[in-house]
């Protein structure tokens, strides 16, 4: 079984300057607080091929995650896939950015979970969690955002 999360929001700052912190995935401790440590890997500007290696805490437990980026579209276009070998997975994520005309930006987030093993009977649940905080992981990328980048 597998499912998907979204979350659209709309943070006020321009689509560049959004499109780049959220490129960097070290900046997602700030989104989730979930994720506990990140690193990049290699140490270089986000590409095709990046790594992005986590430690996160699900249900009380860390666990280990690896995200490769998959495609990078500046400014409009993110996409990863994990290749951690976890119960629960996310075979496909991005974001989807959007410049409005008055210097905002449209971000819509989203994930493809997917259970492997016992993460099959546990997929289910994973996604009722996702896509109940989904709003509130949308306020928490304009609000991280919003704070990271100094308004023009």
Known sequence: MSGEFKAVVEVDRPVREVFAYLADGRNDPQLSPRVLRIDRIPETPTAVGTVFRSTVKDAGMKT????RIT???APVRIRWNEVS???VTVREGGYD???LADGRTRV???????????GKLLVGLAL???RKDAPDFGTRIKTAAEKAIAAG
């Open 97 to 99: 950015l959007e410049s």
């Open 128 to 130: 009722a969690a996702a």
């Open 108 to 118: 819509q987030i989203f994930n493809v979970l997917e259970g492997h093993g016992l």
């Open 85 to 87: 070998k976890n119960s």
């Open 64 to 67: 280990a995650r690896e995200f």
């Open 71 to 73: 495609e990078l579209e």
